[in-house]
Nanobody, 122 residues
Framework: VQLQASGGGSVQAGGSLRLSCAAS????????MGWFRQAPGKEREFVSA????????DYGDSVKGRFTISRDNAKNTAYLQMNSLKPEDTAVYYC????????????????WGQGTLVTVSS
């Protein structure tokens, strides 16, 4: 499956952005989708994931209560709604896919999209 992330940009603290991850190539509905982010000089970290049917979700501690993951299998797209953004959310955000169930480790995802940059200013 090929993944294309979009929706990044620059926003002030407290603002919102919605990232999209469009999938093509294989049956999107078979894949759990994950979002990860990587800030300069830091390791890539888990942000959120959603199972193949949307029945299970998970969030990193730093984004719980502010970010919401969702998916539309009819549109082959996953989303990450980011609210109450903070400067520490600044990073390149990546979407990833793996079979069916969610996971939180980068090594568990077989497919990756290119990143989209999110910059949050104070």
């Amino acid at each position: 499956v090929q993944l294309q992330a979009s929706g990044g940009g620059s926003v002030q603290a407290g603002g919102s952005l919605r990232l999209s991850c469009a999938a093509s190539g294989r049956t999107f509905g078979n894949y759990a989708m994950g979002w990860f982010r990587q800030a300069p000089g830091k390791e890539r970290e888990f942000v959120s994931a959603i199972s193949w049917n949307g029945g299970s979700t998970d969030y990193g501690d730093s984004v719980k209560g502010r970010f919401t993951i969702s998916r539309d299998n009819a549109k082959n797209t996953a989303y990450l709604q980011m609210n109450s953004l903070k400067p520490e959310d600044t990073a390149v955000y990546y979407c990833a896919a793996r079979w069916f169930q969610i996971a939180t480790m980068t090594s568990e995802y077989a497919f990756w999209g290119q990143g989209t940059l999110v910059t949050v200013s104070s």
